[in-house]
């Protein structure tokens, strides 16, 4: 709560925050921070002794130091995505009672690293470790959606003469998948219908990164016989709901 706020730390963060366009005066740092010379002198100095701004001789100007990008570096090395997923995706599976999956993009592929089963008796085929194509899953075409035009034409490109059919429904001619991604960044999750199972549909959505790239998406499947399009819409936005959820704990600012 905000009485609980150390005024001093405060402060000092909003010295830091700053900082991060690259180098001030003291004059105008005071300024962008609303504090007097003083104080701010005063506060930056502690934060040079600590290593995490230095002050260019040749200008007198203060700069943030690559003391961050270490702290950084090293956090980023520490994250385990299987335990900071974990929770949102056991209680999207609680909310929807159907499987729900953590995968991971690997260049041509999606790769699950993770699954949560359902209390229904039908189960889906699949298990920690198997690898599918992308371009007929629900995850992948979530993660195609979010690529640069130039990015999904080459990965296109390089797939296109792999491209099968697992099911009549399987996507396999680009002007149709280009409309599919379009309708995908619209409404915020994609919809495997029966494309790399029959009588599977899958709803997937990506897991943006702190640098917005895409490395991992989830994904609710259920047998056919067990939703409808009503029940797309609502596990849709649940999904969108957890998806943001474990980007938010990456670092990706909404």
């Keep these: 709560m905000r009485q609980d706020i150390v005024q001093s730390v405060d402060r000092a963060f909003d010295i830091l925050e700053a900082l991060k366009d690259g180098e001030i005066g003291l004059v105008d740092l005071s300024k962008k921070v609303n504090l007097n010379k003083s104080t701010v002198h005063r506060l930056l100095n502690t934060l040079i002794y600590r290593g995490y701004v230095s002050q260019n001789q040749d200008n007198n100007k203060y700069r943030l130091t690559l ?4 702290i950084g570096n090293n956090f980023l090395n520490s994250l385990d995505i299987i335990s900071i997923a974990k929770p949102y995706i056991s209680k999207l599976s609680e909310k929807t009672n159907e499987v729900v999956h953590l995968v991971t993009i690997e260049e041509y592929e999606i790769v699950y690293i993770d699954k949560i089963e359902s209390n229904n008796t039908i189960r889906m085929h699949s298990y920690i470790g198997k690898r599918i194509p992308i371009y007929c899953t629900a995850v992948g075409k979530a993660y195609m959606a979010y690529l640069k035009d130039s990015e999904f034409l080459t990965l296109w490109d390089t797939i296109k003469n792999n491209l099968i059919k697992h099911t009549e429904n399987t996507i396999v001619s680009k002007t149709i998948m280009l409309k599919e991604l ?5 409404n915020g999750f994609a919809i495997d219908y029966e494309e790399n199972e029959k009588e599977v549909i899958c709803i997937g959505a990506p897991i943006f990164n702190y640098d917005k790239s895409i490395k991992y998406a989830i994904s609710i499947s259920t047998p056919k016989m067990r939703i409808d399009k009503d029940k797309i819409e609502y596990f ?3 999904i969108k709901e957890t998806a943001r959820n474990i980007s938010k704990e990456l670092g990706y600012i909404y």
């Design 182 to 186: 379009e309708n995908i960044r619209n």
């Design 67 to 70: 003391k961050f990008l270490q």
């Design 236 to 238: 849709g936005r649940l």
